[in-house]
């Protein structure tokens, strides 16, 4: 099928606190409404059956809980009410932003997937409903072809959004396509935890995913487009994920995703949006991919040189250098133990470090996390390992493997420039998750295997 998805740069209201009315929200709203119907109509001329937009992308960010209220259309649960804004739109009030969206998808025959901010009234006999009465949720829609609202999610793992309100429950969200059967929606921070996004594709058996986000970069381990790509991978699945543009922000890295290709958009330098449209296959349930699990030799290798400790993502990693042009390494962390075979192609100058992180991750959110990375180092002294760096010159060939605890394991492979390569072979082997590669496309610049314990969240 034809998927698009747009990487959107959303025009921000000057001032997010200030409170506004309705009709001043609505007139901001209409100003990146406009550019949605814009890439709508491209998309659809080049064919895509379903395009999807960003988080944050109608309404911006950094509102408090009163000054987004005017900004907030009614939240309509799909199996209440079939509804078709577009054709329907007296039915409710405080739904101008759907009745757009609604047309756009009707116009253009398209299915359309967006996020904007809903309210929905609540009685105080509710335990749950907050003290002015009103739910508001983060919340994703999807439109079929015929411009009818067929799903609502809302955000379950809020990132300091002040503004929303996190369901009590999780919704299991999934929408039927006729050109690629079920899609599942989940939202930006929803992806780094079991509920509702994990939980839901495999539970549901779900093959392909439609992915809001307003994401900011975090590398080494978290850039949006290798996080992306690592959970397409590891569940064998499509992904198609839109991401905001403000690379002030750090905020870029949108793709269309396959288990063993990919079509990505990461920029930092230029302003504006930017729309994907790619053909992929239709993943069945019982489809295979060439990552196969393949033998590996799993040798316990000697402890290396000895190790330094360097904070990466706000995490205390223990590291060993990579010292030769080839060798064996072992790194340990708490009950986690990391190995790596490498080759380099040729001597370089840089530095590169396998470190390993095994424990409760507890800035901008908490969650565990068992980590295993070889990655380029900002500098030459082993101080330097663990910063942000986007370029890179070395070729490695490397087998790494680890004693994961947990088996969701999100295999990383992210080249110079932030660009994605694909592993050779991965999976499991001997109680060691392993991803082996000869020959990366440009330098490497991380090479890692990401796991996620939820049971010790």
Partial sequence: YIAAVYEHESVLSPNPTALVDRRAALALMAKNLDIYEQQVVVAAGQGAQIIVFPEDGIHGFNFTRRSIYPYLDLFLPVHSVEWNPCREPHLFNDTEVLQRLSCMALKNKIFLVANLGTKQPCKHVDPHCPSDGRYQFNTNVVFDNDGVLVATYRKHNLYFEDAFDAPAEADYVLFDTPFAGKFGVFTCFDIL??????????????????????????????????????????????????????????????????????????????????????????????????????????????????????????????????????????????????????????????????????????????????????????????????????????????????????????????????????????????????????????????????????EKD
């Fill in 193 to 454: 935890f079991f509920e509702p996004a994990v939980n839901l594709v495999r539970q549901y058996n779900v093959k392909q995913v439609v992915y809001p986000t307003a994401w900011m970069n975090q590398l080494p381990l978290l850039s949006a487009v290798e996080f992306q790509q690592a959970f397409a991978t590891a569940f064998n699945i499509n992904v198609l994920a839109a991401n905001i543009h403000h690379p002030t922000l750090g905020m870029t890295g949108s793709g269309i995703y396959t288990p063993v290709k990919s079509f990505i958009y990461h920029n930092m330098q230029s302003s504006g949006g930017k729309l994907i449209v790619a053909e992929i296959p239709v993943i069945t349930p019982d489809y295979k991919t060439s990552l196969e699990k393949v033998p590996c030799r799993v040798s316990q290798s000697e402890e290396s040189s000895p190790p330094f400790y360097a904070e990466m993502m706000y995490d205390n990693f223990t590291f060993v250098p990579v010292q030769e042009d080839k060798g064996e390494l072992k790194v340990c962390a708490n009950t986690l133990c990391c190995y790596l075979r490498y080759q380099r192609a040729a001597s370089s100058p840089e530095l590169y470090a396998l470190g390993a992180f095994d424990g409760l991750h507890t800035v901008h959110g908490t969650y565990y996390v068992q980590a295993c990375a070889l990655v380029k180092c900002g500098g030459l002294h082993f101080s330097s390992c663990g910063q942000e760096v986007t370029d890179a010159t070395a070729l490695i060939d490397f087998q790494l493997w680890a004693n994961m605890s947990t088996p969701y394991v999100f295999p990383l492979l992210l080249t110079s420039g932030v660009t994605l390569d694909f592993a050779d072979h991965m999976g499991w082997k001997n109680d060691h998750y392993f991803i082996n590669k000869n020959g990366t496309s440009s330098g490497l610049l991380t090479a890692g295997l990401y796991g996620r314990w939820y």
